[in-house]
């Protein structure tokens, strides 16, 4: 069974940074891209940010390059979202997710091509 778990949420001023981790356990954890997604109230889920099995790409939302940065640690199953500069539109859920499947060629960045995901974490950016 597989389970992915996110923390490191929480209030923060405009400008401020929360670093998001998120653990993942039940499947090989290296063979999986990973992604970042947020969902703001009345709003739908949006794509924030992908990074590839091999761990040396990464690719991110227009609205968050160069504030985020997408990284993980594969002998630790974790994914992290370092994110800077924050704004209040960043405020969101925000979700971790795992590909569908396992050495994928290509870069998944839309909702249907990530199949486990957690329950949120809640990043509040305050002004």
């Known amino acids: 069974q597989v389970q992915v778990v996110e923390s490191g949420g929480g209030l923060v001023q405009t400008g401020g940074s929360l670093r998001l981790s998120c653990t993942v356990t039940?499947?090989?954890?290296?063979?999986?891209?990973m992604g970042w997604f947020r969902q703001a109230p009345g709003k739908e889920r949006e794509w924030v940010s992908t990074?590839?099995?091999?761990?040396?790409?990464?690719y991110y939302a227009n609205s968050v390059k160069g504030r985020f940065t997408i990284s993980r640690d594969n002998a630790k199953n974790t994914l992290y979202l370092q994110m800077n500069s924050l704004k209040p539109e960043d405020t969101a859920m925000y979700y971790c997710?795992?590909?569908?499947?396992?050495?994928?060629?290509?870069?998944?960045?839309?909702?249907?091509?990530?199949?486990?995901w957690g329950q949120g974490t809640q990043v509040t950016v305050s002004s």
């Open positions: 997710a795992a590909d569908q499947g396992a050495l994928r060629v290509g870069v998944p960045t839309s909702l249907s091509e990530f199949r486990y």
């Open positions: 990074i590839k099995w091999s761990g040396g790409s990464t």
């Open positions: 039940g499947l090989t954890f290296d063979d999986y891209d």
